[in-house]
């Protein structure tokens, strides 16, 4: 009787605090708040819609000519990335859980809290980034420099600590709020996206001016698919965070792959066309001059909040799973003061140095995880609640290391390397710790028995 009542008292408690907005930080998702196609599409697309994917589109342009080169890369590289996330995005729905909870089968109960620091700086460092690169842009287009306004330093700072905040509103709320915005961004900034290429199509001269511009200097196919795939594979590892919310499994796959292959390839391809007219990549400043400046504003503003408040979701999420609390929205204010500090600091300069950490270590994550649910569990995982996990799983984190030195040292694509190295070594490693009898299978526990773990 005792034991009911605390089972009633802890679900009454659940209840309360998913009402909070916290989105089961430390739980499966239940069928009651799971979310439709149109719904989870939209949070996806939204959070594809980064401004350093149109740079890396424009870094394209440089070196591509618009038909067919460019095109082919574009198209293959989103592809491979679409169908990654749609991949792990089947995954997320059958298991309801977020990446943090998934790397506790492939990593352990305390080696995941290495792969929720990965998930956790990697994400706060793209928040960061994105409040210094919007503060910049805003400056930009308002005229404001450092030669023409003495208190341009003071206004810098002020931006950057506004933006922080503005930001996180929607992640605070958790996935309906993120659900809300996205609706209204996706739609719009798409729009303005066609209409400013539409524009800039005009311009030079339909698709015969296109074909007209050379590239200046050569870029191999793989390091152009570096480019493209690994720019945002690290979103893709973690997309999980939303499409855990699928209430259908196809609801999943097609959401994550439309929202990477097209959503990124949309940025990659406005990122291109905007470099290859006005050598710039940044849609919202091509705008500016094309004469649209509030328009140009309207955009920049929904583009980057559209993907800032994923990026701090995925850090509370991360947090929670790392420090085992529930207090999702705390998290996410706290990751604010953390990123305007990191903005101040001068982490707007170091976007390369970012991808590529980004692009080495993210990738290998995805790679053990989906070898781990699929070889391993053969896609059945026993609930958070009923599993006792071990410490450390050292097929895991071994199969983590392989694809991350695979990704580091091999020639080809670093990222799809680390992915494929991780997969492979995965069922390797653990047929060879089984051999030597150290096996690394968690323990399911019988009914009615509890667990002592954090």
Avoid at 223 to 239: I, K
Avoid at 278 to 293: F, L, S, T
Avoid at 356 to 374: E, K, Y
């Amino acid at each position: 009787m005792v034991e009911d009542r605390t089972q009633i008292t802890e679900t009454m408690a659940e209840t309360a605090e998913e009402r909070r907005g916290q989105d089961y930080p430390l739980t499966e998702v239940p069928a009651s708040a799971r979310a439709g196609l149109f719904s989870l599409s939209m949070v996806l697309a939204g959070f594809t819609f980064f401004t350093s994917v149109m740079w890396a589109g424009g870094e394209l342009g440089v070196h591509y000519k618009f038909w067919p080169d460019l095109m082919y890369v574009v198209i293959v590289g989103d592809f491979l990335l679409g169908t990654y996330a749609a991949v792990l995005g089947y995954i997320a729905f059958s298991t309801g859980l977020h990446a943090g909870l998934l790397s506790r089968f492939c990593f352990g109960n305390k080696g995941s809290r290495w792969s929720d620091f990965l998930y956790g700086f990697t994400q706060i460092g793209w928040y960061a980034w994105g409040t210094a690169l919007i503060t910049d842009l805003v400056l930009q287009l308002a005229g404001i420099t450092k030669e023409n306004t003495a208190s341009y330093p003071y206004i810098y700072v002020i931006l950057i600590i506004f933006f922080g905040f503005f930001f996180v509103m929607t992640a605070y709320g958790g996935y309906k709020a993120m659900e809300l915005l996205s609706i209204v961004a996706v739609p719009l900034v798409t729009c303005l996206i066609l209409y400013s290429i539409y524009v800039s199509t005009v311009k030079v001269g339909g698709l015969e001016g296109l074909q007209k511009i050379l590239p200046k200097e050569p870029m191999t196919t793989a390091a152009a698919m570096t480019l493209v795939f690994g720019t945002f594979v690290s979103g893709a590892t973690q997309s999980t965070n939303w499409s855990r919310f699928a209430s259908k499994g196809w609801h999943a796959v097609i959401a994550s792959f439309v929202g990477f292959f097209i959503g990124n390839g949309l940025m990659i391809f406005a990122g291109a066309y905007g470099g290859y007219v006005y050598q710039d990549p940044d849609v919202a400043r091509v705008m500016a001059m094309q004469g649209m400046a509030i328009p140009a504003y309207v955009l920049l503003i929904l583009n980057v909040w559209t993907t800032q408040d994923n990026e701090i979701y995925c850090f509370s999420v991360a947090c929670c799973n790392a420090f085992r609390i529930k207090a999702r929205k705390g998290i996410t204010l706290t990751g604010a003061v953390i990123a305007i500090i990191m903005a101040l600091g001068g982490i707007y300069n170091y976007l390369i140095d970012f991808i590529i950490i980004s692009g080495t270590v993210i990738p290998p994550i995805g790679g053990t995880m989906l070898a781990d649910w699929l070889i391993k569990h053969k896609r059945r995982y026993s609930k958070i609640a009923e599993t006792e996990f071990k410490d450390y799983n050292l097929t895991g984190i071994g199969a983590y290391i392989i694809g991350a030195a695979a990704a580091l040292f091999s020639p080809g694509i670093p990222p799809i390397n680390g992915i494929i190295a991780a997969f492979i070594a995965y069922p390797i490693l653990d047929k060879i710790l089984q051999a030597m009898g150290m096996s690394q299978d968690h323990r399911v526990l019988a009914p009615g028995e509890g667990k002592q773990q954090v």
